[in-house]
């Protein structure tokens, strides 16, 4: 859970207090609310020694990387990718704490911060999409997807357009690189978690 601060609603902290920033008030306005129940979300929790969160989803708040700046500790952050495909899943390495989920690379500018990091969550008001809710002997649905997929469309195409994709703190904007070298899971670890 982030610590207590008085800074914005849009202000963000690792568990430790060691890596802290904000989000920009018009990049979270943008930004789409969403609850994942993903076996992957879950696993990311239990990796880093949080409580798996299931029947309860993770909340994310999807926004253009462009919109979150770190003001502290960005020498802790740390990248782990559940399998060799996955997604970037971004976390403080000081305390363990998930920060943000993105894709394998700079150029498609997405990224779902877990809004447990900041001090009042609701801010970020109505969850919007409910993504991979478990439906016994099926599979599981998402409600909601058609306006999460648009929302991520436009805020990619804009950034892209406007080369504000380059001006994100996961990526080194000269080189493309990510900014931690990126842990992969062995299969054995990743079948040790939620599936």
Not at 78 to 102: D, E, K, M, Q, S
Not at 167 to 180: K, L, R, V, W, Y
Request: proline share 9%; charged share 20%; hydrophobic share 40%.
């Amino acid at each position: 859970m982030a610590t207590e601060t008085t800074e914005t609603p849009l202000a963000f902290s690792c568990s430790c207090g060691s890596l802290r920033g904000h989000l920009t008030s018009e990049g979270a306005q943008a930004g789409t609310h969403v609850a994942c129940h993903c076996a992957d979300c879950r696993a990311n929790e239990v990796y880093h020694n949080l409580p798996d969160p299931a029947p309860e989803p993770v909340r994310l708040l999807q926004i253009s990387p462009e919109a979150i700046t770190i003001t502290q500790g960005a020498e802790h952050l740390r990248v782990l990718r559940l399998t060799r495909r996955g997604i970037f899943r971004w976390y403080a390495g000081c305390c363990g704490t998930p920060i943000a989920n993105t894709l394998a690379s700079a150029k498609l500018p997405f990224a779902g911060m877990r809004t447990a990091l900041f001090e009042n969550p609701d801010h970020f008001g109505k969850i919007r999409v409910e993504a991979f809710v478990p439906q016994p002997g099926k599979p599981p649905r998402t409600k909601g997807a058609l306006p999460m997929v648009l929302s991520l469309f436009k805020r990619m195409g804009a950034a892209r357009l406007s080369g504000r994709w380059r001006d994100t703190p996961f990526f080194d904007a000269e080189t493309g690189e990510p900014m931690a070298a990126v842990e992969v899971l062995s299969k054995d670890a990743r079948a040790a978690l939620p599936k």
